[in-house]
């Protein structure tokens, strides 16, 4: 296995699998007994794998033949619906159907909730400012939440009242947010602050409906020039965040719902996480290239690092 790549995927088959992505084959799987994968993440230094739970976060050795993990995160009462890293790996991210956004702190050997932002409606989304000071938090009731780490100020906005936020994301460069919601729509903030100790100001930049059923998952490709999102209408649209025109859009018929992507480091290529199928495409191409067949029920997380 090159150790500088990797690939993962889970769902609800209660499992997850390690790919190797240039030709297709499964060389891990893990039961993941209990519960489905709702997301995937990998630490900055890719040792290690998260997996969001019922009521747990599960960290796995990447590198170890290991079932078992080598950390539970525990304490929290329903779903875990979001995970992810600083930068520096010293501290993870989470929220959950608990109305419950956590910041871990991964420095010791007890590795334990650090701060706690507690909301009104269950999180469904979170995603962290480049800045590692501003977190994003996206609930059912239709709510966008901006924490200032710094300051603790919270900035609330609202597109839509009552329509369950599903994905929120910020490009690399700090220039966007973007959001996506159960009607399908995808909304787009300009980000600028006058400072470092200054909260965000965000403008609203754009407003697409972009696709016809539920809108799943936003992501921004790493060159901060795309734009993906994904639905339970079959399809990945990728944006140009130039302009926000649609650039592509990766369909098989086969597919239902595609619950996420991801995007390699060069932005050229985006994988996508299905009902049965994982697959890599060529985000100017309407045909995959690779296939990733093996797990039993739908695909609702994928996890990829190729970065040095």
């Known amino acids: 296995m090159d150790q500088g790549i990797v690939l993962v995927t889970g769902g609800y088959d209660?499992?997850?699998k390690f790919w190797y992505p240039h030709d297709g084959v499964?060389?891990?799987?893990i039961p993941h007994p209990d519960s489905q994968v709702n997301q995937l993440a990998i630490t900055p230094d890719k040792r290690c794998l998260v997996s969001a739970a019922y009521q747990q976060i599960r960290m796995y050795d990447i590198k170890s033949s290991d079932q078992t993990p080598v950390y539970v995160?525990?304490?929290m009462t329903k779903n875990v619906t979001s995970v992810g890293f600083y930068d520096n790996g010293q501290f993870m991210y989470s929220g959950g159907e608990d109305c419950m956004a956590r910041i871990w702190d991964l420095r010791g050997s007890n590795q334990q909730c650090q701060r706690l932002f507690q909301v009104s409606s269950p999180v469904n989304c979170m995603c962290l400012h480049p800045n590692q000071a501003t977190l994003i938090v996206g609930d059912q009731s239709g709510t966008v939440h901006v924490w200032d780490l710094t300051t603790d100020y919270n900035e609330q906005l609202i597109p839509e009242p009552e329509v369950s936020i599903h994905s929120v994301h910020i490009d690399p460069d700090g220039a966007y947010l973007a959001a996506v919601n159960s009607k399908g729509i995808c909304y787009?903030?300009?980000l600028t602050s006058s400072g470092s100790t200054q909260p965000i100001t965000l403008t609203p930049r754009t407003k697409t409906a972009s696709h016809k059923k539920y809108a799943l998952k936003c992501v921004f490709s790493p060159d901060s020039s795309l734009l993906a999102t994904t639905s339970a209408d079959?399809?990945?649209?990728v944006w140009s965040t130039a302009d926000f025109s649609l650039r592509n859009t990766l369909k098989r018929e086969a597919d239902k719902w595609v619950w996420?992507?991801?995007?390699s480091c060069d932005s050229q290529y985006i994988f996508t996480a299905s009902d049965h199928v994982a697959r890599l495409w060529h985000v100017e191409q309407s045909s995959p290239i690779r296939e990733y067949q093996g797990h039993s029920?739908?695909?609702t997380s994928i996890a990829y690092s190729d970065r040095q």
């Open 26 to 29: 499964c060389y891990r799987t």
């Open 297 to 299: 029920k739908a695909i």
């Open 14 to 16: 209660h499992s997850l």
């Open 73 to 75: 995160f525990e304490g």
């Open 188 to 190: 787009v903030w300009s």
């Open 260 to 263: 996420d992507c991801a995007f």
């Open 234 to 237: 079959g399809t990945c649209k």
